[in-house]
């Protein structure tokens, strides 16, 4: 009985992520196939305060990009250019064949990775707890090894500093900001009630060393860049 009621709340749940979370482009699967990739997002935390300017550390954006997550993809296919795996029941960390949560111990431990800490927002718990459940638990590692990905895989997060520290603090043509990254790159806006559009993530696309994955050319994750003027809004800090 208790594995069948975990069974029907487990199709509930995606169900109703499937129903009210997906966007039109994008097609998520619990226990997918082996991944073709990985997306190192980053977010460009100016404009993430913009967002949501109560998050902790807005007061005092950081002039940077932030480490988002690390997600497993699957190949564009047709107009599904967002599909990957979520929420996976197979991970080494999991049990009873459902998608599990952190503990308390493991999230101290990932919070204890100085590291880690030093890369993403300043309270990151909310962020690591969702980012394991739904993309971690289908990276086909344990925890520590997951998170610590998240530093070992930093290095991919490349641009051409002199071109992009040019742009902050300035609206410039979506194209040349777009030059400004390696080839294999997505990116994500933000587009603000007035219409005025701003650089929001940055999507690197490697496989599990870090090795730059050029095959998939159609991915868009999120509310696309359009071909207009982009803000990249300027934080306290330098960029890095």
């Known amino acids: 009985m208790r594995v069948m009621t975990t069974t029907l709340l487990l199709l509930t749940f995606v169900g109703a992520t499937r129903v009210m979370a997906l966007d039109r482009n994008e097609e ?3 226990d997918a196939p082996p991944s073709k990739y ?4 980053v977010t460009w935390q100016p404009t993430f305060c913009i967002m949501r300017p109560s998050t902790a550390g807005c007061e005092q954006a950081p002039q940077r990009f932030l480490t988002h997550g690390i997600w497993p ?3 564009s296919i047709g107009k599904l250019t967002n599909r990957h795996p979520q929420y996976c029941t197979q991970s080494p960390d999991c049990t009873d064949g459902e998608a599990c949560a ?3 111990d493991d999230m101290n431990a990932v919070l204890a990775n100085k590291a880690l800490r030093d890369i993403v927002t300043r309270e990151p718990k909310g962020m690591f707890a969702h980012e394991w459940r739904k993309h971690g638990t289908c990276s086909g590692k344990g925890m520590q090894a997951y998170f610590q990905d998240f530093v070992d895989l ?3 997060v490349r641009f051409d500093n002199e071109a992009f520290n040019a742009m902050v603090g300035n609206a410039t043509a979506f194209s040349k900001i777009r030059d400004a990254f390696p080839e294999n790159t997505a990116f994500r806006c933000y587009q603000d009630p007035q219409g005025k559009q701003y650089l929001h993530e940055v999507f690197y696309l490697v496989d599990d060393k870090g090795t730059p994955y050029t095959e998939e050319k159609n991915l868009q994750i999120g509310v696309q860049c359009e071909a207009k003027q982009t803000w990249i809004p300027a934080g306290t800090k330098p960029a890095s």
Not at 38 to 41: A, H, I, T
């Open 73 to 75: 993809y699957s190949e």
């Open 154 to 156: 930093r290095k991919v």
């Open 28 to 30: 998520a699967y619990v």
């Open 38 to 41: 990985l997306v190192y997002s």
């Open 102 to 104: 952190m503990s308390a």
